[in-house]
């Protein structure tokens, strides 16, 4: 129990925060008014769902304290001040008033699994089963023409209030007859643009449901596309990574209770809060790359001194997510902390251009000009032109930097 929580202490570090100092006090007083009634006004709907976040958490051992270190935690995570953290916390124990509707496509499941598998689930996990879950294919205990009139069921009771979430890509080949579902053999594109019409939002979950992931590779047989490719008038949402990480999937339901809309979204529609990093920026093997130290070879004395991955192949210079800051398993580790470069698989197209074991400029793809020196929005930009990224580069730019800093 000691080491659940410490890892849940470590869940969402206050490190990488980027809470806006710019605003003044009047904009974030006029924030906490609008979000202070919204849940008053979200409070006096009936409860969707029995779930008691207290209760889950009392059954796991978790009491109070945890709860609010969490809270405090999200709060940096959602770049709130921290005076926020009691309204994060109501926020949590408010989310079994937010009717979901989670539909599978053309995937793993392995977000799902990546929720459901955890023997010591976080807290991100435990907040996710407290939502109103209406349907979910993993999960019900129904099929065939039962499972469909519960699907209409809950879309007409919670018309216009549920949040559709997607897992999976969409195959569009041959009119979409990729793929069917259900005892009328409806398409996934005909099933989404059904469910998502009278959603009040729609969230993506993986790389597979937000860019295609890996149906969408090379040669793509099937056409597989992105939720973005084929919802139209509707906010859409992505969180991708191969699996999504519950911490951004909580962390963008929570936003949507707290204020009743989606979070700031960056170029590819990824709420800012989470995606607003680059996994070379916060690396713990940083210091490596600055120094011109890398593994050269799987074994050798680099790889056993946690020397830099770049040369490995790891695409933590062009890929931005949240990885090194809340990582996987409890929070305990992640890709690059168990000794594997990153392959970018938060990016569209990952699979082609980013999952082999080698650094970009060794590859017949480019990254964006700037590379590693480049922001979140800069770096989405630059995508309208091919540049090459290389280790001098980076170099030549950091001694740059560093002299313009020492100049002021």
């Known amino acids: 129990m000691i080491e659940k929580r410490e890892a849940l202490a470590k869940m969402f570090s206050a490190k990488g925060s980027k809470i806006n100092t710019n605003r003044g006090a009047e904009y974030y007083d006029a924030l906490m008014k609008t979000m202070t009634k919204r849940l008053d006004e979200l409070e006096k709907t009936p409860a969707a ?3 008691s976040i207290h209760a889950i958490l009392d059954s796991e051992g978790l009491d109070r304290r945890d709860f609010m270190k969490w809270a405090s935690a999200a709060c940096a995570a959602l770049m709130l001040p921290s005076n926020f953290t009691p309204l994060i916390a109501r926020a949590a124990e408010l989310m079994n008033r937010v009717p979901v509707i989670w539909i599978e496509l053309q995937d793993c499941a392995g977000n799902s699994e990546a929720i459901l598998r955890s023997d010591a689930p976080t807290i991100d996990e435990l907040i996710l089963e407290t939502i109103s879950l209406e349907f979910n294919e993993t999960l019900m205990s129904a099929a065939g023409h039962q499972a469909e009139a519960h699907l209409e069921e809950a879309m007409h009771t919670f018309k216009g209030k549920y949040l559709c979430v997607v897992e999976g890509s969409i195959p569009l080949a041959m009119n979409g007859l990729y793929g069917t579902i259900g005892a009328k053999g409806e398409t996934f594109v005909d099933h989404l643009n059904r469910v998502a019409k009278d959603s009040a939002a729609v969230v993506a979950v993986g790389t597979c449901a937000t860019f295609g992931g890996v149906p969408a590779a090379s040669p793509n047989p099937t056409g597989a596309v992105g939720v973005q490719d084929v919802v139209r008038g509707k906010p859409i949402i992505n ?13 963008t339901i929570l936003h949507y209770v707290l204020s009743g809309q989606i ?4 170029h590819l529609n990824r709420p800012k809060f989470a995606f607003g990093y680059r996994i070379h920026d916060n690396c713990e093997r940083r210091a490596h790359f600055d120094a011109g130290e890398f593994v050269e070879e799987w074994g050798d004395k680099g790889a056993q001194n946690n020397f830099c991955l770049y040369k490995m192949g790891c695409k933590g210079p062009m890929t931005f997510n949240n990885c090194s800051i809340v990582r996987y398993n409890s929070g305990t580790n992640w890709p690059i902390g168990a000794g594997h470069g990153c392959i970018g698989c938060s990016e569209p197209q990952f699979w082609d251009k980013y999952a082999q074991e080698r650094p970009m400029a060794d590859t017949h793809f480019k990254a964006p000009g700037g590379g590693v020196e480049k922001t979140v929005d800069e770096f989405g930009l630059g995508l309208l032109t091919a540049a090459g990224i290389g280790i001098g580069i980076h170099a030549a730019a950091s001694v740059i930097a560093g002299k313009k800093e020492g100049d002021e």
């Open 49 to 51: 769902s029995k779930a």
């Open 263 to 266: 979070p700031e979204l960056d």
């Open 239 to 251: 969180i991708p990574a191969c699996p999504a990480n519950p911490a951004n999937i909580t962390g």
